[in-house]
């Protein structure tokens, strides 16, 4: 079946730089994204969404591209903090209100 | 707002025991889901209700799980007998509307010995 693509690589940044997460997703169909953080012994937290008639959507600290001819989803954070340090999962809503989910993208920030 | 609460926390138990997961979705949310989450395959889908229904069952792994939502703010999701390979963090989540954002609450971490 389709999902959404990630297998838990590390990325390592330096405290204050900037951080991207990519993702990659195989359903063209799918009109709705979202990131989570998952720190350790938590749950998945809701970070920012776009939806497939967006290209771009800026929270705090965080922005969202989506670029639906490579089908490909990012996730950017500026001025990268040690609390930022986690797991972070893309996920696609492709059928109703369900979720696919990529693998993960475990974020190490080094003081 | 109290978010979405699950108990226990921890679990641990032995093979063949039974076991009980419970969840309580944010007030006014209609829609809760269950999920499995494990080191070699991630997070999972186990089974979704809507308005307390059963929508879709598909990701249970077999028979020996079996998931209800008697009303609106309670739901659980049931192992009987536990295996060894039942061991993992087990998350409820939690929606309101539709394809909006589904809030996790903190996991139940089940351990089968």
């Known amino acids: 079946g389709e999902s959404v693509g990630l297998h838990l690589p590390t990325l390592s940044v330096q405290e204050g730089d900037n951080s991207i997460i990519n993702c990659a997703y195989s359903?063209?169909?799918?009109?709705?994204f979202i990131w989570y953080k998952q720190e350790s012994g938590k749950g998945p937290q809701f970070i920012i969404d776009?939806?497939?008639?967006?290209d771009k959507r800026q929270g705090q600290r965080v922005t969202v591209l989506l670029n639906k001819t490579v089908k490909h989803l990012s996730l950017q954070i500026a001025a990268t903090q040690p609390g930022d340090s986690a797991v972070y999962f893309c996920?696609?809503?492709?059928?109703?209100?369900?979720?696919?989910f990529g693998g993960g993208t475990r974020l190490m920030v080094k003081p | 707002d109290a978010g979405v609460i699950q108990s226990p926390r921890h679990e641990v138990t032995e093979m063949g025991q039974e076991v009980t997961l419970r969840c309580k979705p944010i007030?006014?949310?209609?829609?809760l889901f269950w999920y499995r989450q494990t080191m070699m395959r991630g997070l999972e889908l186990l089974i979704y209700?809507?308005?307390?229904?059963?929508?879709?069952d598909s990701g249970m792994p077999e028979d020996r799980f079996s998931a209800k939502m008697p009303n609106a703010s309670f739901s659980t999701l049931k192992i009987q007998p536990s295996e060894p390979r039942d061991s993992a963090v087990y998350f409820c989540?939690?929606?309101?509307?539709?394809?909006?954002?589904?809030?996790f609450g903190p996991g139940t971490r089940l351990t089968v010995l």
């Open positions: 776009i939806r497939s008639n967006m």
């Open positions: 359903n063209s169909a799918s009109d709705y």
């Open positions: 007030s006014g949310h209609n829609s």
């Open positions: 996920a696609e809503n492709n059928a109703g209100n369900m979720l696919t």
């Open positions: 989540a939690s929606l309101r509307g539709s394809a909006d954002t589904q809030y």
């Open positions: 209700f809507n308005n307390n229904v059963p929508i879709d």
